[in-house]
């Protein structure tokens, strides 16, 4: 679901840093990847609550639902750390590196919670 949603956004950021590629970031990206974090983390969760029925629901395995809002507390201060604090409007290669790396992190650290 959160691909489905995502992929518009994804691939107008590709598209814009592949037309742009060697000046400074557009806003088209951030702004995409926060919009679409946040829609993803609040509406759809919150839609598909609604959808289960009028009950109250619990949470009883927190594992995954933390670690996936921890991390996505941390995206947000990862991105403005790269892009207001160390290189304002740059992204190194270290800088996407280490994204890359926390995304895998992100599912290792998941699953592990899945598994526990």
Do not use: H, Q
């Not at 829609?39 to 927190?62: H, R």
């Not at 996505?72 to 800088?95: D, K």
């Not at 995304?103 to 650290?109: E, G, K």
Request: aromatic letters at 14%.
């Amino acid at each position: 679901m959160a691909l489905g949603s995502s992929a518009p956004e994804i691939l107008l950021s590709v598209i814009e840093a592949l037309k742009s590629l060697g000046e400074p970031a557009g806003e088209l990206g951030p702004s995409s990847i926060v919009g679409s974090g946040a829609f993803n983390l609040l509406c759809i969760s919150g839609i598909s609550i609604i959808a289960i029925g009028d009950e109250p629901k619990k949470i009883y395995d927190m594992g995954v639902y933390s670690c996936t809002a921890v991390f996505s507390i941390f995206a947000y201060a990862w991105m403005y750390i790269c892009l207001e604090i160390w290189t304002p409007n740059y992204v190194t290669p270290i800088e996407a590196w280490l994204t890359l790396l926390f995304f895998f992190a992100l599912v290792s650290i998941a699953f592990g919670f899945d598994k526990w």
